[in-house]
């Protein structure tokens, strides 16, 4: 099987591995007005309605959290890190084709990682929403394309675009 890595965007105005739901919600509000206000024309944009976004955000990553505790996870943190399978053009163009940071999932242990079919905030309201899933199960549906990630890939984008990974545990990017 192919090596599998995950893929972090990261606007040139920022530093890179940062989540605005680490900090407290005064900060975070702060913090998504200066981003709005100087990056109008990049994915901050989204936070010019920081309210709306902000309370979608926390109710995914309360979802994503549970979930990912009944299938045996073991997140470090209540608001997990944002990567992408194998990476996305349209992400990394959507953050001005700023900072990227991969890391192979080779070593990352199952109960750290977890992963949804498209972005778990835009897809949580959907029917098509799919539950989230572990490291085993990307491989259980990677053998249906005898190990492919490609083929595997392009099979999903019509309805998904990419594969979001969440990864709860910053051991492996320090």
Same mark, same amino acid.
């Given at each position: ?6 893929? &972090? ?14 900090? @407290?919600?005064?900060?975070? $509000? ?5 981003? !709005? ?10 936070? !010019?309605?920081?309210?709306? /976004? /902000? &309370? ?8 994503? /959290? ?9 997140? !470090? ?10 990476? @996305? ?14 890391? @192979? ?14 972005? &778990? ?23 249906? $394309? ?13 309805? $998904? ?12 990017? $320090?």
């Amino acid at each position: 099987m192919q090596e599998l890595f995950i893929i &972090s965007y990261c606007h040139p105005n920022c530093a890179p591995l940062h989540s605005i739901t680490r900090l @407290s919600e005064t900060e975070a $509000y702060q913090k998504a007005k200066d981003l !709005a206000e100087k990056n109008q024309d990049t994915a901050f944009g989204r936070f !010019a309605d920081f309210h709306n /976004y /902000y &309370s979608r955000r926390i109710r995914t990553e309360k979802w994503l /959290y549970g979930q990912f505790i009944q299938l045996g996870g073991q997140p !470090a943190t209540e608001h997990p890190l944002y990567f992408i399978l194998h990476g @996305s053009k349209f992400l990394d163009d959507w953050f001005s084709n700023g900072k990227i940071t991969k890391l @192979s999932i080779n070593n990352i242990d199952t109960r750290h990682i977890s992963f949804t079919f498209g972005d &778990s905030m835009a897809k949580m309201d959907k029917p098509e929403r799919e539950d989230l899933f572990l490291k085993e199960d990307l491989f259980k549906y990677l053998n249906d $394309y005898n190990g492919n990630i490609n083929q595997f890939l392009d099979s999903i984008k019509e309805q $998904y675009i990419y594969i979001e990974a969440q990864l709860w545990n910053d051991t492996y990017i $320090y």
